[in-house]
């Protein structure tokens, strides 16, 4: 039985080989691979689908040269999807929960749009820490504040998805347990707690999703910065 509502964001291990690892295999086992044939079957076809509208919305925005991240992107979505979206099963664990892995997948891929800019165009990418027209004796102070503006980025994205899908968790954690509770007391109060829970967890859902886009999307703000 859990100790603390935060034992949950454990990584449990089993025969000494933390489960994380086959957390981070799964989600690639789940889609089904193209075959030779143009259409093979409805999932597949939706998966193409999907992937294909995001990929251009995503883009949309982005000159030619940032065209070249649409697989990275595309992956990267489906991957956190994947992942966030387990953590809503039962006796699973959710990987995107942990702080660590979030900041593992933002930092270097910040730091990849950071060096393209600075490589291509290293005269704008600098601009960006002075606007045009700044006063004088704002200079040093403005230059301090955009520097920890862009350091600042990759730890937002990785709390911001952390922060969100921990939330979620604990309060479905709270609502079930309350449910289980009452059951045996109020029945009436723990079938209305039973509903509410239902209903948060097809928000979970939403967020799950959401998260995963948001994240992606940040990224290629940064990118078409950059490019």
Do not use: C
């Amino acid at each position: 039985m859990a100790t603390s509502l935060f034992d949950q964001f454990v990584s449990p291990v089993l025969l000494g080989i933390p489960l994380i690892a086959l957390a981070f295999v799964l989600p690639w086992l789940l889609f089904p691979s193209p075959a030779n044939r143009w259409i093979t079957n409805r999932l597949l076809t939706l998966q193409g689908s999907f992937i294909g509208n995001f990929t251009a919305q995503l883009l949309k925005p982005l000159n030619v040269g940032g065209h070249k991240w649409a697989l990275i992107f595309a992956a990267l979505m489906l991957f956190l999807m994947s992942l966030n979206m387990l953590g809503l099963l039962p006796y699973t664990f959710t990987p995107t929960a942990q702080l660590s892995v979030n900041l593992g997948l933002a930092v270097p891929l910040w730091l990849a749009t950071v060096l393209i800019g600075m490589r291509n165009q290293p005269t704008k990418s600098l601009a960006h820490f002075l606007p045009e027209g700044t006063p004088i004796p704002l200079i040093p102070v403005l230059i301090i504040i955009e520097t920890i503006s862009l350091f600042i980025r990759p730890i937002a994205l990785g709390v911001r998805l952390t922060a969100n899908l921990t939330a979620g968790h604990l309060l479905m954690h709270l609502i079930s347990t309350a449910a289980y509770s009452l059951l045996s007391l109020m029945p009436t109060v723990a079938i209305l707690t039973t509903i509410v829970l239902f209903m948060l967890t097809v928000l979970e859902i939403a967020v799950a999703m959401i998260q995963a886009y948001v994240f992606v999307l940040l990224l290629s703000l940064y990118l078409q910065e950059n490019v």
